[in-house]
């Protein structure tokens, strides 16, 4: 099937990108990546006016420090984050996350904006987004906000986002010290979208105490879900076999408890409730095994 016909600009930079946005109106959208605008276009699950490509705007291209903290910019493509080195300790679940997202040919095009502005429930950067208190940076031509992630995923395929806004970056902050993740999730093929995920960290403190816990799943529910009872059964202890055992028992009720809620069940395919569940607590208890290792 070919798309409806629409009207295409390209953007050089953020400010022409904006004001192309706000002149289109509301079903104008922006193109990114392509790697799932397109495919619903073509399907003409998406009939947008306007596409504004932002695809080769270089100055969102980045992924640096800051006082601790860590900024991507929008347009920094998967491959890019899989391949970035430095991304380790507190990062690391960004760069493993990144280096899980569809094939290669995906990960060479797709953007981190992208991923996160299209919210699919069985997308992985938002559950890393979730595990390390994430913040997204939203721009109109009117203005700028940030938005904490556990507020921007409002629904399968929905965020905070307005029609004229462009999400330019999102921002972690600075991590408690001993901070640490990593990114498990189950897929039955490489390449497809995860049945289920989780990004998992950790901060140990010098008796090997866990201070500080995030236990974020993916595709269990409508959007990123925080398993909070394993990370409070966590926090305040050590990682022993038992805790995490624990730990990832409450994960999967969590798991359970957000399918359970909501339509997610039936707008998330592959494995009924149950199996679901046991991949998160196996997912989670891998997670925190490694975790357990480097410590
Ligand atoms: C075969 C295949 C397998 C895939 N597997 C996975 C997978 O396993 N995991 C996964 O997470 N994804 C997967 N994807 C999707 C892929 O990761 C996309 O790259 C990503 O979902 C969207 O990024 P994009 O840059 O391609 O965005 P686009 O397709 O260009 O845009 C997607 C949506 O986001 C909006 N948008 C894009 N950028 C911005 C921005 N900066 N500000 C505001 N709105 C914006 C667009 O308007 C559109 O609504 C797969 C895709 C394919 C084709």
Redesign the pocket.
Known sequence: MKPPPFAYARAAGVPEALALLRDAGEDA???????????LMAYRLARPSHLVD?GRITTHRYVRGDGGGLRVG?LVR?LELERATGLTGPWQALREAAGR???HP?RV???C???L??A?P????PVVAAALDASVTLQSADGTRTVPAADFFLAPFITA?EPD???VEVAFPAPPPGLRSVFEEFQVHS????LASAAVAVALDGDGVATHVRVALGSVGPVPVRAREAEEALTGGRLTERAAAEAARLAASAAGAAAGSSAASGEVPGGGADFRRELVRTLVTRALDRLKEKS
């Open positions: 959208k922006i193109l990114a990546g392509g790697q799932s605008l397109v495919p932002i929008a998967h997202i569809g094939h995906v095009r797709g953007t904006g992208g991923s502005a299209h699919d069985s997308a992985e950067l986002l806004e462009m999400l390449g497809d979208f995860a």
